[in-house]
Nanobody, 121 residues
């Protein structure tokens, strides 16, 4: 099996920064796309940023210029650097990865447990 473990959430004032990390472990042959999603109370889960194994990225319009996604393929880890945080960024942030499970040849989608990010005004 594969596990995604997130860290780095917390409480920060508006204008501040946080860095989220998500490490994948388990029966991993390779990882394709990795990404971060968020879900605020009463809202649907939405894509924040994603990155391919080759390093191509895409971002939600609401975070462009403020958030940066990066990955370390050797560590099976994806990061989300969040700068100039706003109260509307408050949400539970989830890590997502498309993992080719060792010995299967198939890609499966996995989610982390979520980490709370709260931005106070």
């Amino acid at each position: 099996q594969v596990q995604l473990v997130e860290s780095g959430g917390g409480l920060v004032q508006a204008g501040g920064s946080l860095r989220l990390s998500c490490a994948a472990s388990g029966s991993i042959f390779s990882i394709n796309a990795m990404g971060w999603y968020r879900q605020a109370p009463g809202n649907q889960r939405e894509l924040v940023a994603a990155i391919t194994s080759g390093g191509s990225t895409n971002y939600a319009d609401s975070v462009k210029g403020r958030f940066t996604i990066a990955r370390d393929n050797a560590k099976n880890t994806v990061y989300l650097q969040m700068n100039s945080l706003k109260p509307e960024d408050t949400a539970v942030y989830y890590c997502n990865a498309g993992v080719v499970v060792a010995g299967t040849g198939y890609e499966y989608e996995y989610w982390g447990q979520g980490t709370q990010v709260t931005v106070s005004s």
